[in-house]
C-alpha cells in the first residue's frame, strides 16, 4: 500500500470513528431516532452541496442507499 493509500485508510478509519465518537456522545442525551435522522439530514444537504448536480448528488445517495442495503441485509 503506497503512502497516498495509508493516509487515506487513516483518514477514513479517523472519520467513521470521530462518527462513532460524536454519535454515542449524542445517545447520551438524544433519542436514536433523533440522531439517525440528524445525520442522515446532515448527510444528505452535504451530498447535494458538494455534488456538481442534483442529478449527480442522487446518484451518489442511491449507489450508497443500494451498497447500505447490500451489507445490511445480506
Given at each position: 500500500?503506497?503512502?497516498k493509500e495509508t493516509a487515506m485508510r487513516e483518514a477514513h478509519d479517523e472519520l467513521y470513528q470521530?462518527?462513532?465518537n460524536v454519535s454515542q456522545t449524542a445517545l447520551n442525551t438524544l433519542e436514536?431516532?433523533?440522531v439517525l435522522t440528524s445525520g442522515l439530514d446532515?448527510?444528505?444537504t452535504a451530498t447535494y452541496d458538494s455534488?456538481?448536480?442534483s442529478e449527480?448528488?442522487?446518484v451518489l445517495i442511491n449507489a450508497s442507499i443500494k451498497r447500505a442495503k447490500e451489507e445490511n441485509n445480506g
Open positions: 500500500m503506497s503512502k470521530n462518527l462513532n436514536p431516532l433523533h446532515y448527510f444528505l455534488a456538481p448536480s449527480e448528488a442522487e
